[in-house]
């Protein structure tokens, strides 16, 4: 596709379900990140993969927090038993290149999780 | 904290007037990415800057990097309100590690 696309981009969830976010990165990129960004602040990172290698997790703030890229192409982010502090837009973004922070980041629009 | 700041965290101006934002950070880096983030959407890389450059321009941004202060202006000219936007520079932690973000400067340009 032509850019970053993140599914669904609203989900509403009740407190103790699971929730699994979608990120279809920019064809061909190596990179792959997560971030989370709550209400006014920036976005905070949660997990990096090169293809399909999770090289760096030390930002998923639970182990309710679990991401995957198998393919090294889509990934997923999925929350176990969601708690209302983890309401916030999870941001997907794709780097053409395998450094981690050198190269130039293209992000998803989003996808807002709201946890009743 | 390894964190950079943006500053100021906030800024209102008029259309036509002239934006500054600055960013600092404490790490030493290769580069230095500007990103703009519209409400709701998300962000937008803008301009980047090596760490050899003093000064960049594209379009109506110039920005800026002065190593020794470990620090970088970001200027917008001749604003629109269309630039309406949150503002990052996210810069490098340790080694191997991803862009941290820090919680930028929100402009509002009003006409």
């Known amino acids: 596709g032509a850019g970053v696309s993140q599914s669904p981009r609203y989900k509403v969830a009740k407190r103790g379900q699971d929730v699994a976010l979608r990120c279809d990165p920019i064809?061909?990129?190596?990179?792959l990140f997560w971030y989370q960004q709550a209400l006014g602040q920036g976005p905070e990172f949660l997990t990096y993969?090169?293809?399909?290698?999770?090289?760096?997790k030390s930002g998923l703030p639970s182990d309710r927090f679990f991401a995957e890229r198998p393919e090294g192409s889509v990934s997923t982010l999925k929350i176990q038993r969601t708690q209302q502090e983890d309401s916030a837009v999870y941001l997907c973004?794709?780097?053409?290149?395998?450094?981690?922070?050198?190269?130039?980041?293209?992000f998803g629009e989003g996808s807002r999780l709201t946890v009743l | 904290s390894q964190q950079g700041e943006e500053d100021p965290q906030a800024l209102s101006i008029q259309e036509g007037e002239n934006a500054t934002m600055n960013c600092s950070y404490k790490?030493?880096?290769?580069?230095l990415q500007w990103y703009r983030q519209n409400s709701g959407r998300g962000l937008v890389h803008l301009i980047l800057?090596?760490?050899?450059?003093r000064e960049k321009h594209s379009g109506r941004l110039r920005v800026t990097l002065d190593t020794s202060k470990k620090s970088s202006s970001l200027l917008i000219t001749a604003s629109r309100a269309a630039d309406t936007a949150s503002y990052f520079c996210?810069?490098?932690?340790?080694?191997?590690?991803?862009?941290?973000f820090g919680k930028g400067t929100t402009l509002s340009v009003s006409s």
């Open positions: 973004a794709s780097s053409l290149t395998g450094s981690a922070n050198t190269g130039e980041l293209f």
């Open positions: 064809s061909g990129h190596v990179s």
């Open positions: 993969f090169q293809n399909e290698a999770q090289l760096d």
């Open positions: 790490t030493s880096i290769n580069n």
């Open positions: 800057i090596r760490s050899n450059e």
């Open positions: 996210p810069f490098r932690g340790q080694a191997g590690t991803a862009l941290i």
